[in-house]
């Protein structure tokens, strides 16, 4: 069409090609997009800092954690840690506390979180042989 008052006939493929273009790249930012909203990733980094001021201050009564995992999966926080309580203590105080923990993570956020723990004996080396599988590392100032 423009070559009819152009007369110029390369114009119209040149035309073509670029809204082409423009399709492909528009639609390849649009299934990127949504494709990694589909799959998992770590969640935010501030988000994890809150959760480990928490854990921290849990020190002073010689509770300690490793093994931090999260990740998400559309809205939802998926949590995942190892607790390290008092060997001598009953399996109802660890698992009251492991209930505590989970309940207070989950009230660190508006989002649908799921906090899952596991309970190992503080200071008991078999404790610390599986500290190795943490994804990303934070450093707490
Ligand atoms: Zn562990």
Redesign the pocket.
């Known amino acids: 069409m423009i070559v009819k008052f152009t007369g110029w006939l390369i114009i119209d493929p040149v035309i073509a090609i670029l809204v082409a273009l423009n399709i492909i790249y528009t639609g390849y930012k649009l299934i990127s997009r949504s494709a990694s909203g589909l799959m998992d990733a770590v969640i935010p980094e501030e988000d994890t800092r809150k959760i480990m001021a928490y854990l921290d201050s849990l020190k002073e009564q010689g509770i300690d954690y490793?093994?931090l995992m999260t990740r998400m999966s559309g809205q939802r926080k998926f949590i995942s840690l190892?607790l390290l309580v008092p060997g001598e203590w009953s399996v109802k105080q660890g698992h009251d506390m492991a209930d505590q923990v989970e309940e207070t993570i989950i009230g660190l956020f508006d989002e649908p979180v799921t906090v899952s723990t596991?309970i190992?004996p503080v200071g008991d080396p078999s404790?610390m042989k599986?500290?190795g599988i943490v994804r990303r590392k934070i450093d707490m100032e």
């Open positions: 490793h093994s190892h596991h190992e404790s599986d500290i």
